[in-house]
């Protein structure tokens, strides 16, 4: 499998960012940014004492790889100063399931099946201390994500239909990330890729996986990575990990659905041309076999005409 290393940055401005980073649309590492006091001030113990204990929810696995087809893990609500405790220990006291059970925190929004996550609505005593929001105008803004991640984590690759600015605000992380022209190698379930361990692939399942190229890098503490719309990724902390990545629009916003928390429902022509796709292929089951692949290879030609 074909390897490559994420572009370094360092030292840009916002402004080299936006007119010159972003529109190249390839993942890209920031470095020495500055994004305010949160690199120094974020320790477990003021994470904890500025929270205090509001109630989050989170995943729990006894494995570090979380598996969503074959849901190796628990959903679970613990006080955000517990949370924080636990996810920064590698051995505990008080546990669901094992005493050394691994956690992942993604911030949601007020009502998490309507609103989107804004670190400032819902932690406003730690957004004093992080700095992004003069990089885009505020109506591109679409959420910004608070992560905790125990040492050792790994969520599954998906993509996201926004520009994600991933910034790594305390422990090391590693990402590796695919481009979306790789799409059709990534054994896809809606916005997530099948292929759960990307390093030790089985490639009798998934034999195409082989051909997709890999894109790495390694985010220590205060990069930043700019994923773009559409591009496959997936983290690994190697240490407690804090981070909080933004979402902006790259479309215009009547493209996308507007009851989307997450930001990952596709854009309205992209989900409105693969509900045409699945009608066609049900239409299609009419038909003998023979004439059915006659018809399915046409269609295929005639989408390949139109990509380039
Ligand atoms: O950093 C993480 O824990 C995951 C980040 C991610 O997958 C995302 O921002 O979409």
Redesign the pocket.
Known sequence: MESSSVKIWKDVSFETLVNEIYPQRVPAVLKNVNIGKCTERWTAEYLAEQVGNQPVKIHVSTSTKLDFVNKNFLYRTLPFGELIARAAEEKHSNYFLDEKEFYYMRSLGDDPRKDVADIRRQFPGLAKDITYSDIFPEKQFFSSVF?I?SKGLC?WT?Y?VMD?L?IQVKGK?NAVLFHPNDVSYMYMNGDKSEVLDVENPDLEKYPEFIKATKYTCTLDSGDILFIPALWL?N?TSLEF?V?V?VFWRHLEENMYDKKDPYGNKDPHPAATALTFLEKALKTLKQLPDDYRTFYSKRMISRIQDTIS
């Open positions: 992560r991640a969520l998906h996201d994600n991933l992380k990724h983290m990990g981070a990545n």
